[in-house]
């Protein structure tokens, strides 16, 4: 057996609303079809795949950090992602990679979950 990709990871909240939005609205996530689960929550597609899938109505218990530290996704578009990211007033800290000269941006979403979006060398943000 090998491993051949990710499928997807997922998010708990008590939110599903304000999460969905978060994913949407600031990452150009799609939200689509999800089959009865027998419980609230989302997926949210990037293409074809449903790559983040939401559960809502989580316990207060449940909605804490685990031992992920924080997904990444690639991306394009640094300089709009940043001043995007800006205009909601989500605190987010970029950097670029040493050796490879990758930029990397870092932030929260509502629930806690720490975001990593990776972009090529060549992207320079505006402030750069």
Do not use: K
């Amino acid at each position: 057996m090998a491993v051949s990709g990710m499928n997807h990871f997922t998010i708990l909240t008590d939110d599903v609303a304000g999460t969905v939005a978060f994913y949407t609205g600031l990452l150009g996530l799609r939200d689509g079809p999800r089959p009865d689960l027998g419980f609230p929550g989302a997926w949210l597609y990037l293409g074809d795949a449903a790559i983040v899938h939401v559960v809502g109505d989580a316990a207060p218990e449940r909605l804490r950090a685990g031992v992920i530290d924080h997904v990444a996704f690639t991306a394009t578009g640094l300089s709009d992602v940043l001043a995007t990211l800006a205009a909601h007033g989500v605190a987010h800290t970029c950097r670029q990679q040493v050796g490879t000269g990758a930029w990397q941006v870092f932030f929260f979403d509502p629930n806690g979950a720490r975001v990593e979006l990776d972009f090529a060398a060549g992207e320079v943000p505006a402030h750069a």
